[in-house]
């Protein structure tokens, strides 16, 4: 099988497939945990998208790298946004991609399993896309950078997180900056099962070759149908979270 361009392109993100079609998408940062950036949110958008128009990805796995999945950021020059730029061209391009990627991820039609291989406290509303969500033994749920910087926590963790917890626990999560241990995000319906370490990405992939032996119809059909409510909230609830979110960054600043 040929290897696609685009698995190459995205210096966050590793790509690989096997010859049945599951393609596994490894988060890392210099090889090491990843850590987020602004040019990793533009990579995730790039990246989804050419995922989502390949066919050839029947079932795709997202997982990070080493003990963490995504517990830090990288603020090194080449991937912070650039200083010359004022707060709001900065936001306005927040505001682009952030309304976009949400939706990029949903449009991927092939299911998907999430395994947490860590502590998940950035951006853990792409785990919540996934269709199945398996989690380490240490893995843990959180939104740590929104209050711990004053900036209100509706990027997208709005929407997904209050519609996987419920209304009441989900607000709670977000204004309490609530940890999840994995015994809890299971016991809350967070994630499917917990895992040794050792064992959550065979796990992942054990699944996904089940998965593989339906029809390829049937594997892009059940996803359409899974996620038309999650871009439905998405659609609805995004652009205003992602607006208010640089209002308060604007107005802190």
């Avoid at 361009?5 to 599951?22: M, V």
């Avoid at 990793?40 to 989502?52: H, V, Y």
């Avoid at 989690?135 to 926590?153: K, R």
């Amino acid at each position: 099988m040929t290897r696609p361009a685009y698995f190459d392109a995205y210096p966050n993100i590793a790509l690989s497939r096997t010859e049945s079609g599951i393609l596994e998408m490894r988060l890392h940062s210099h090889g090491d945990s990843f850590r987020y950036s602004a040019s990793a949110r533009t990579q995730l958008l790039g990246a989804f998208q050419a995922i989502g128009a390949d066919r050839a990805n029947r079932v795709v796995i997202l997982t990070g790298t080493g003990a963490d999945w995504c517990a830090g950021f990288d603020r090194s020059p080449e991937v912070s946004p650039d200083p010359a730029l004022s707060l709001a061209q900065r936001w306005d391009i927040q505001f682009w991609e952030g309304r976009r990627l949400l939706q990029t991820i949903l449009d991927v039609d092939a299911p998907m399993i999430a395994a947490v291989n860590g502590p998940a406290l950035i951006h853990t509303e792409y785990l919540l896309t996934c269709d199945i969500v398996l989690a380490s033994e240490t893995a843990a749920f959180q939104d740590m950078p929104h209050l711990d910087n004053g900036v209100s926590p509706t990027d997208g963790m709005h929407v997904l997180w209050p519609h996987v917890l419920g209304p009441v626990r989900g607000r709670y999560f977000l204004l309490t900056q609530q940890k999840l241990d994995a015994a809890q995000a299971l016991d809350y319906g967070v994630c499917n099962e917990v895992l040794p370490a050792d064992a959550l990405l065979p796990r992942a992939y054990a699944i996904a070759e089940r998965l593989v032996e339906q029809p390829e119809h049937t594997l892009r059909y059940a996803r359409v149908g899974l996620t038309q409510r999650l871009k439905k909230l998405v659609t609805d609830e995004m652009a205003l979270g992602v607006a208010v979110e640089s209002l308060s960054a604007l107005a802190k600043a």
